[in-house]
T-cell receptor, first 112, second 112 residues
């Protein structure tokens, strides 16, 4: 089973700070990478997708991908208490019809 | 169309009973996925359909589990002879011709 690893946290940052969430994956053939946000008791909500090395920005969120290092990260700028949630990193399963392999998630707490 | 829907949202059953869950994907989406998520874990892939064809099943999908998508629209997931270890959130996701999956609200199953 190919692995997706995340630090479970909790990661605590003050309001207005930058939160940095990291993810590593083991399958070098993976091509598609996703970040989902999940509030307690709710289902995952897509934040961003990234496919190419480098940075991709969407509002306060920036995803970073380094395929050589097999590393994906998510930066959240100007963190808000409403950003407090679990962030799931997902990677496509190679040769598996776009099924996703998820990490266990990192719990983020933004304190006022 | 407001997104993926799942029914019921919660199900409590006794060990040994059969349960069935329904998922209605976003209307134009031809791919439908089932995942299972237990506390503290990321979602785990169970199976996926392209239109009405079930193209892949995870080894997690034991013989007690069966899924159908008879007309390529909604899907059902049935668990026979439920066990306490089946208690989890069952998530459905759909996508069209991309690998970006959108999740429904999930069905939380509790087996007593």
């Amino acid at each position: 089973q190919k692995e997706v690893e995340q630090n479970s946290g909790p990661l605590s940052v003050p309001e207005g700070a930058i939160a940095s969430l990291n993810c590593t994956y083991s399958d070098r053939g993976s091509q598609s990478f996703f970040w989902y946000r999940q509030y307690s008791g709710k289902s995952p909500e897509l934040i961003m997708s990234i496919y190419s090395n480098g940075d991709k920005e969407d509002g306060r969120f920036t995803a970073q991908l380094n395929k050589a290092s097999q590393y994906v990260s998510l930066l959240i700028r100007d963190s808000q208490p409403s950003d407090s949630a679990t962030y799931l990193c997902a990677v496509n399963v190679v040769n598996s019809g776009y099924a996703l392999n998820f990490g266990k998630g990192t719990s983020l707490l933004v304190t006022p | 169309d407001t997104g993926v829907s799942q029914d019921p949202r919660h199900k409590i059953t006794k060990r040994g009973q059969n349960v069935t869950f329904r998922c209605d994907p976003i209307s134009e989406h031809n791919r439908l996925y089932w995942y299972r998520q237990t506390l503290g874990q990321g979602p785990e892939f169970l199976t996926y359909f392209q239109n009405e064809a079930q193209l892949e099943k995870s080894r997690l999908l034991s013989d007690r589990f069966s899924a159908e998508r008879p007309k390529g629209s909604f899907s059902t997931l049935e668990i026979q002879r439920t066990e306490q270890g089946d208690s989890a959130m069952y998530l459905c996701a759909s996508t069209e011709y991309t690998d970006t999956q959108y999740f429904g609200p999930g069905t939380r199953l509790t087996v007593l």
